[in-house]
């Protein structure tokens, strides 16, 4: 009898230890294997045992939710059915060979919080479908080929608070919506073809840390809203066409730490506040 029991327990134990996620959350990663030359991968998963045994990934409850598979050569371009993954927390892929334009059924992750892809070869436009990523808190997308304009979708992101779109082919002008981050605490948009004045909107970011708009076609005065981002402590404004004399800007932002002034500043093309009358 002791024996009898012993031997269920052990069954039991032994279901607990090897309890694996569905068949089609399975599916969609070995999608994702065979897309991105799995087999070519620095650390492959072998298939034939149990996901929670894969490299990077991470299971509750039966379900993934989470992928880190940064620096790990996965090459190619991210397959339809990742959407599968429904309970997907965090996101990482970044410093890859991954390329192409993102699948729609990708914004249906609308668990996810955590979205990396920088340092790939991603390209085409930053779909307006972004906004069903409304628990989205950390996006870092630079350092990829995406080009066209910054979605006025993003606004409805409002439990963002960190966006990188550094390094891109984007173009346009920072859309108002971003007003509606309340809890934005970096901004960094630096070395793309966006143009346009800075908008007064941008001071009602009053978490704002930092805002990087270097190496883009800015110009115009700085708002005088900027003078509310008070919690600022990195502003980085160079290879812009800022106009004025901004060597009174730590006397308006006082906890500013690290601003940028460049060869091109000290001629006298330093960026400041406008003043109100």
């Given at each position: 009898?002791?024996?009898?029991?012993?031997t269920?327990?052990?069954?039991?134990?032994?279901?607990?230890?090897f309890?694996?996620v569905?068949?089609?959350?399975?599916?969609a990663?070995v999608?994702?294997?065979?897309?991105?030359?799995g087999?070519n991968?620095?650390?492959?998963?072998?298939?034939?045992t149990?996901?929670?045994?894969?490299?990077?990934?991470?299971v509750?409850n039966?379900?993934?939710?989470?992928i880190d598979?940064s620096?790990n050569?996965?090459e190619g371009?991210?397959p339809?059915g990742?959407n599968a993954?429904?309970?997907?927390?965090?996101?990482n892929?970044?410093f890859?060979?991954?390329e192409?334009?993102?699948?729609?059924?990708?914004?249906e992750?609308?668990?996810?919080?955590?979205?990396?892809?920088f340092?790939?070869?991603f390209?085409?436009?930053i779909?307006?479908?972004?906004a069903?990523l409304t628990?989205?808190?950390?996006?870092e997308?630079?350092?990829?080929?995406?080009?066209?304009?910054?979605?006025?979708e993003?606004?409805?992101?409002?439990n963002l608070?960190?966006?990188l779109?550094?390094?891109n082919?984007?173009?346009?002008?920072?859309p108002?919506?971003?007003?509606n981050?309340?809890?934005l605490k970096v901004l960094?948009?630096?070395?793309n073809n966006?143009f346009?004045?800075?908008p007064?909107?941008i001071?009602e970011?009053?978490?704002l840390e930092?805002?990087?708009l270097?190496?883009?076609?800015?110009y115009?005065d700085?708002?005088?809203?900027?003078?509310k981002l008070?919690?600022?402590k990195?502003?980085?404004?160079s290879?812009?066409s800022?106009?004025?004399?901004?060597?009174h800007?730590k006397?308006i932002l006082?906890?500013i730490?690290?601003?940028?002034l460049?060869?091109?500043?000290?001629?006298?093309s330093l960026?400041?506040?406008?003043?109100?009358?």
């Amino acid at each position: 009898m002791k024996t009898l029991k012993l031997t269920i327990l052990c069954c039991l134990l032994s279901a607990f230890t090897f309890a694996n996620v569905s068949k089609t959350e399975k599916g969609a990663l070995v999608a994702l294997y065979n897309a991105t030359s799995g087999e070519n991968w620095r650390n492959a998963w072998d298939l034939d045992t149990p996901v929670t045994n894969w490299y990077g990934i991470t299971v509750e409850n039966d379900k993934i939710v989470e992928i880190d598979l940064s620096f790990n050569n996965l090459e190619g371009q991210l397959p339809e059915g990742l959407n599968a993954l429904s309970a997907l927390r965090k996101l990482n892929l970044s410093f890859n060979k991954l390329e192409g334009t993102l699948p729609q059924d990708f914004f249906e992750l609308s668990k996810l919080e955590d979205l990396k892809l920088f340092s790939n070869a991603f390209s085409g436009k930053i779909p307006q479908a972004i906004a069903k990523l409304t628990n989205l808190k950390v996006l870092e997308l630079y350092n990829n080929e995406f080009s066209g304009s910054i979605p006025d979708e993003i606004g409805e992101l409002t439990n963002l608070e960190v966006i990188l779109l550094s390094s891109n082919r984007l173009m346009g002008k920072i859309p108002k919506t971003v007003s509606n981050l309340k809890s934005l605490k970096v901004l960094s948009v630096f070395d793309n073809n966006l143009f346009g004045t800075l908008p007064s909107s941008i001071g009602e970011l009053s978490q704002l840390e930092e805002l990087v708009l270097s190496n883009n076609a800015f110009y115009g005065d700085l708002p005088s809203d900027l003078a509310k981002l008070t919690n600022l402590k990195t502003l980085l404004l160079s290879n812009n066409s800022f106009k004025g004399d901004f060597a009174h800007i730590k006397e308006i932002l006082p906890n500013i730490q690290e601003f940028d002034l460049d060869a091109k500043n000290l001629k006298g093309s330093l960026a400041t506040l406008d003043t109100e009358d």
